[in-house]
């Protein structure tokens, strides 16, 4: 190499040094001159989500710091309003304990459920009609939650609906779904989960379809039968999807609030309470808008933590 190539390279990596050595203002001005066109083209998503969505959530965490009912912020308090909410308010465990529950009832068979739907529509008697299977397994989930519980309130119907018409044809007594703390809770799970199941079970077979159909021929020719061919191959395959249908279920279920409010507004007493019903009680009937923007942050840091959990589980399962 001449020493005229040697003293370019020099002062190339020279350049370069000094260059990252500039202020980070100058360096994001010069970043920005050079794509703004770029980013003035995704300007409107960050603009709407700023004012609707980070604005929002800020403002949420200074109001639950104040005890306000109208306009304005009120008295700041600190954390007395957390305080309150997790050590002497009655409502919160109960509501808490539901949402508990709630997870129990709805993820897991929500996930398990359309994993086995999706399992069972890719088979190649499925195949044929798998527009037609589609179709029904997404009909109930662009529904309007509000026509659901309409129908469902009258399929409860102690005396005349659907499901007690059916037990009483077996021979059973008929049971007052949305009426009693016993079963009102699991009214609701089960409208959730015929609402929504179709969705995962929608997400797990497009999983499904893009697992190489060589690596069941090959476990068929090891002589696995259809039932190892899914603990072995199947399940540890599709465990990132499953995790995803866990996270997003768990999501759902802490933010639900149109199904249990419209068949049972939370009730008999609390048995059906959701943190949602609860915070819009507390903001909208009792107007404590400070505390409903603590148990709205509250509601956040759950769902934020039994998300983690899922993952961390599931990395660990991984790793093992």
């Given at each position: ?21 500039e ?35 800020i ?26 909410l ?19 009832y ?75 703390e ?21 997400i ?57 409010w419209l ?27 400070g ?10 840091i ?10 961390t ?8």
């Open positions: 190499m001449s020493a005229n190539a040697v003293s370019n390279v020099i002062e190339t990596k020279d350049k370069k040094i000094d260059r990252s050595s202020p980070f203002i100058r360096r994001a001005l010069k970043w920005l001159k050079k794509y703004k066109t770029a980013y003035i083209f995704i300007s409107p998503f960050f603009i709407l989500y700023a004012i609707f969505g980070l604005y929002p959530a403002y949420s965490i200074i109001i639950s710091l104040h005890i306000g009912r109208g306009r304005g912020l009120g008295k700041f308090v600190g954390l007395s309003n957390y305080i309150h997790w050590f002497h308010d009655p409502v919160f465990p109960v509501t808490l304990i539901n949402m508990g529950v709630y997870l129990l709805i993820v897991v068979p929500m996930t398990f459920l359309g994993l086995l739907l999706a399992v069972m529509m890719n088979t190649k008697q499925a195949r044929r009609l798998s527009g037609f299977y589609r179709t029904m397994m997404i009909l109930p989930y662009v529904l309007a939650p509000t026509v659901i519980s309409v129908v469902f309130v009258q399929i409860y119907d102690p005396t005349f609906g659907w499901v007690n018409l059916l037990l009483g044809a077996i021979g059973l007594p008929h049971i007052d779904w949305i009426g009693t016993q079963w009102s809770l699991i009214a609701v799970s089960l409208v959730l989960i015929w609402q929504y199941v179709g969705y995962n079970t929608l797990a077979l497009a999983a499904l379809t893009g697992i190489p159909p060589e690596i069941y021929d090959a476990a068929r020719v090891d002589g696995c039968n259809a039932f190892q061919e899914f603990g072995l191959i199947t399940l540890p395959l599709m465990r990132p999807i499953l995790l995803f249908m866990a996270v997003m279920t768990t999501i759902g279920v802490f933010n639900m609030f149109a199904q249990p068949l049972t507004h939370g009730g008999p007493g609390y048995s059906s309470n959701t943190l949602i019903i609860y915070l819009y009680r507390t903001a909208f009937e009792d107007m404590q808008f505390y409903a923007a603590a148990i709205g942050v509250t509601i956040f759950l769902t934020a933590l039994f998300s983690f959990l899922q993952i589980l599931n990395r660990g399962f991984s790793s093992n």
